[in-house]
């Protein structure tokens, strides 16, 4: 039997197993189970359906071997900033509250006075978003401080579900440094930051980087599932996996990963945390061989998964993506735009009323249509990465030639177009599956299929398409 490694690749809405394999030096991926991801309201708040995804996770397992696949290593990837407390029995204390919450709204003018946010990005380089885990864990203090009290260990997502494979505790870098609370140089928890926020110390705990090997699947779980393997860390962040899938052809590249979040950036080896970077709200997310994604977030297809998801609520069937892209086209004219930054995007009721609103807020074409809903969406996705790159371009000093778009968002060529159209720059799009993949090469050259990371990025060239758009 071929040897053969597993991703568990988890977003914000579903989750996928993907096989991966390594044959003549090219890359192969088959998915072997998907599971859908979701939101549930849990004494006044959003919360993640935490057992449901547990659970999800050992079942994809089980399908894995039950397609006939003995997987040699596994990796789990998530999005960022959500966490689970711990008590010193291991169990979870309260409710895993998600970022779409509205429990953190004022908790940045209300830290303010005890730390500025001009200190905490000096510190961490981390941008400003209302749901970061430095907000969340002060939105929690604030309301159950006895839950912080009871803490023993902190764990975010992608650490508490290693740990329910292997009954092992850690922090992995990629995702804690989305914490702001990990020092942009120092790599590790900034003792200085916790202090002054009152947390308690003791519940993070040893940082670990991408390719550190956690263990074995616990004997209770290899019995469910019908084998053993080892577990290992890949970019737990799912946008640290997807930025290690780019077949960047030179260092002039713009990294976009397109999903539920458009991640626009780079990747440098020193983090940029000076006034100018904080104004422009880039980010110095920790990577892989501890390189900096340097990027912006982007609100991304979310807004458009929203208006997919209404629809179908209205009509009882859920339109296709091509069908939405067909009526956008339709009204390709359409002037409309938003920001896509706006945090009324975040959780609206009505994506498709909110995004009429803010069209009459700011005194631009109203849509009347789902179509003309649809094309501002476009408009405003495809503007923003623009104004994105221009304020990348100012903020390193170096002129970007190209846009390499992996993940979903890929597939949608007629994005890709505008988006190239917009920025004036060729888009290179593909892979398709760039978190699952970017989280199966760390585990590659963790097994020595590939030398390095340069290597492994060149293979991907020659394993999958990458379609080219230019500007017209």
């Given at each position: ?12 809405s579903?989750?996928r ?5 390594v ?7 088959h998915?072997v ?9 849990k004494n ?15 079942e ?7 397609a006939?696949?003995?997987?040699r ?19 979870v204390?309260?409710?895993?509250v ?8 004022t ?11 001009a200190?905490?990005?000096a ?5 400003y978003?209302?749901f ?30 290693n740990?329910?494979?292997?009954g092992v505790m ?6 804690a ?11 590790t928890?900034?003792?200085e ?9 003791k519940i ?6 991408p ?9 209770e779980i290899?019995r ?12 737990t ?7 290690l899938?780019?077949?960047a052809?030179?260092?002039k ?34 990577g ?9 977030n ?25 069908d939405?892209i067909?009526a956008?086209q ?5 002037a ?10 975040l959780?609206?009721r ?7 609103a ?10 009347s249509?789902?179509g ?21 371009q ?11 778009i992996?993940g ?14 917009a ?21 590659f ?9 340069q ?13 080219e758009v230019?500007?017209?």
């Amino acid at each position: 039997m071929q040897t053969c490694y597993l991703a568990v690749d988890i977003g914000a809405s579903s989750g996928r197993h993907m096989i991966g394999t390594v044959r003549d030096g090219r890359m192969a991926l088959h998915e072997v189970y998907r599971f859908e991801n979701r939101l549930v309201e849990k004494n006044g708040h959003l919360c993640w359906d935490m057992e449901n995804l547990v659970q999800s996770v050992i079942e994809g397992l089980k399908a894995a071997h039950d397609a006939g696949f003995a997987p040699r290593t596994v990796g789990i990837d998530t999005w960022a900033v959500d966490f689970l407390l711990l008590d010193g029995k291991g169990n979870v204390i309260g409710d895993p509250v998600a970022y779409r919450d509205n429990r953190t709204a004022t908790m940045r003018n209300e830290l303010e006075p005890v730390l500025p946010f001009a200190e905490l990005y000096a510190h961490t380089g981390i941008q400003y978003q209302p749901f970061n885990t430095v907000y969340q864990l002060c939105a929690l203090k604030k309301e159950h401080p006895d839950q912080l009290a009871a803490a023993e260990h902190f764990l975010m997502v992608p650490d508490y579900l290693n740990y329910r494979l292997t009954g092992v505790m850690a922090n992995e870098y990629t995702n804690a440094s989305t914490t702001a609370l990990v020092g942009a140089g120092s790599k590790t928890w900034d003792e200085e930051l916790i202090e002054r926020l009152g947390l308690p110390r003791k519940i993070f705990g040893e940082i670990k980087t991408p390719g550190t090997v956690l263990g074995n699947l616990s004997p209770e779980i290899s019995r469910r599932v019908g084998f053993d393997c080892q577990v290992i860390l890949p970019a737990t962040h799912d946008t640290g996996s997807a930025f290690l899938a780019v077949p960047a052809r030179d260092d002039k590249a713009v990294y976009l990963s397109s999903g539920t979040w458009s991640l626009l950036g780079v990747e440098n080896t020193a983090p940029i945390t000076g006034p100018a970077s904080q104004a422009a709200n880039f980010t110095n997310e920790g990577g892989y061989e501890y390189r900096y994604r340097y990027l912006k977030n982007i609100m991304g297809l979310w807004m458009i998964q929203s208006v997919r998801r209404e629809l179908g609520e209205q009509t009882g069937t859920r339109p296709s993506f091509p069908d939405l892209i067909a009526a956008a086209q339709g009204a390709s004219g359409f002037a409309g735009i938003v920001s896509t930054g706006d945090e009324r995007f975040l959780a609206p009721r009505s994506m498709i009323q909110e995004v009429k609103a803010a069209c009459a807020d700011a005194g631009k074409p109203v849509p009347s249509t789902t179509g003309e809903v649809m094309q501002t969406i476009y408009n405003s996705l495809s503007h923003d990465y623009k104004e994105a790159i221009d304020e990348l371009q100012g903020l390193t000093g170096k002129k970007y030639t190209s846009i390499n778009i992996v993940g979903g968002g890929s597939q949608d060529m007629y994005l890709n177009q505008m988006t190239a159209n917009a920025a004036g720059l060729p888009v290179f799009a593909g892979p398709t599956e760039g978190t699952a993949l970017g989280n199966l090469m760390v585990q590659f050259i963790a097994a020595g299929e590939y030398p390095d990371l340069q290597t492994a990025r060149n293979a991907i060239q020659q394993s999958f398409e990458i379609k080219e758009v230019n500007p017209q």
